[in-house]
Structure formats: structure tokens, C-alpha cells
């Protein structure tokens, strides 16, 4: 059987509909994140469970300075019990702040460093079968340093994180080999690559 042809903005993105919900509960409550339990009626109207984690979001930064690479740091995750190598990101733990402010304090805060050109690069479910978080990675451009916030202090995972400059064409490699297996550095660097491969020309203003 033949597939319909169709461009991916044909309703994709912005389809209105959505599975009514007929009852949810909170299950628990943490601090960061939330897991509420909702029945959901299908298509055929038969209702199904669904745990849904609840997340407020997260930014991602991809900073490439002029010597083409790319900003990295490498910090513990305890739930896959392993450090990572990543890109400067961060929750939106501060109400109203608006995602490109966020991103520019995560890239002081966890590399002091500031930008002074900032694009839009990509926006993803981080995993849309059980979570809600949705994620914006923005491209950095133009890095010089800076101080860091006064009112950050390093704690936790972030007392021996490391940060070290990559080539871009590395870090690629490095995705593709599976040794950069965190989903904001995967995506990020992707399309940054692939916006690259396209003389910057399709980025989308920040803000």
C-alpha cells in the first residue's frame, strides 16, 4: 500500500487534536519533576493509563567559537552512573525567564562564557512517550569570556565539571561513534553540523 506525499508542515507540527483526558492524579511530587497518572480515551474511545512525567523544560546551548569548535563539558549523571560528555543546558527553574535569558546563564555559569550572536537551532520532545520536558537548543556565536553569575556557587555534579573546546567535525565523529550519548549534545550537534552544511543560512532568530 502506497504512503499519501505530503510535506511535514502539513499539520504535523501544529495538528490541534488531541486525545481527550477523563481523569488524572498526581502521583508523586519531586523536586524537579512530577508524575501525574491520566486515563486517555483513544480513537476508538476505549480509555487507556498513561504515567506522564511532568518537567518544566530545559534549554541546550551549542557554542562554536571562531576556530570552529565547540563547547564541552563533562559531568556525572547518577541515573545512568556514568560521566558525560554534554553541552552547557540547564532546566527553566526561573519563572518567567525566557528561554534565550536561560541559555545565556547556563553558558556563563557553566563555561563563563558569553555570546554575542545568539540563533535558534532546534526544539524537541525530549521523550514525548512518557514526558512532557521540551527542549530548546540555541547556537552561540562570537564567544568571549566572562565572569560568572555572583549568585552562582558550584555544587553537586557541578564541582568537577570539566570544560574543553572541540573541533565540530570530532564531535560528530564522536556522535556517531556513541561516545557523545547525551540527547541535547546528539541533537544540538547534528544540527549544527547540518546548519553549517548550509552556510548558517536557515537558523531562526533566538528570541
Not at 499539520?11 to 519531586?30: I, L, M, N, Q, W
Not at 541546550?60 to 576556530?67: F, Q, R, S
Request: charged share 30%; glycine share 6%; with cysteine.
Amino acid at each position: 500500500m502506497s504512503e499519501p506525499h505530503g510535506s511535514l508542515s502539513d499539520g504535523v507540527v501544529t495538528d490541534p487534536r488531541t486525545h481527550p483526558t477523563t481523569s488524572t492524579r498526581t502521583a508523586f511530587e519531586g523536586k524537579v519533576v512530577s508524575v501525574r497518572q491520566d486515563e486517555v480515551q483513544m480513537s476508538d474511545g476505549a480509555c487507556e493509563h498513561r504515567d506522564v512525567v511532568v518537567h518544566p523544560g530545559a534549554v541546550g546551548v551549542i557554542a562554536i567559537d571562531n576556530e570552529d569548535r565547540i563547547v564541552m563539558i563533562r559531568q556525572y549523571r547518577h541515573p545512568v552512573r556514568r560521566y558525560l560528555w554534554e553541552v552547557p543546558a540547564g532546566i527553566k527553574d526561573v519563572t518567567d525567564e525566557p528561554p534565550l535569558e536561560t541559555a545565556r546563564r547556563e553558558l556563563a555559569e557553566e563555561a563563563g562564557l558569553q555570546a554575542g550572536r545568539w540563533d535558534r537551532l532546534l526544539d524537541f520532545f525530549a521523550s514525548p512517550g512518557g514526558s512532557n520536558e521540551e527542549i530548546t537548543v540555541f547556537l552561540a556565536r562570537e564567544l568571549s569570556e566572562t565572569d560568572r553569575p555572583e549568585d552562582f556557587v558550584a555544587s553537586a555534579e557541578e564541582l568537577d565539571l570539566e570544560v574543553r573546546r572541540v573541533p565540530l567535525d570530532d564531535a560528530l565523529v564522536a556522535v556517531q561513534a556513541g561516545r557523545i550519548r547525551n540527547s541535547i549534545a546528539v541533537a544540538g550537534i547534528l544540527a549544527a553540523a547540518l546548519a553549517r552544511a548550509s552556510d548558517w543560512r536557515a537558523l531562526r532568530p533566538a528570541d
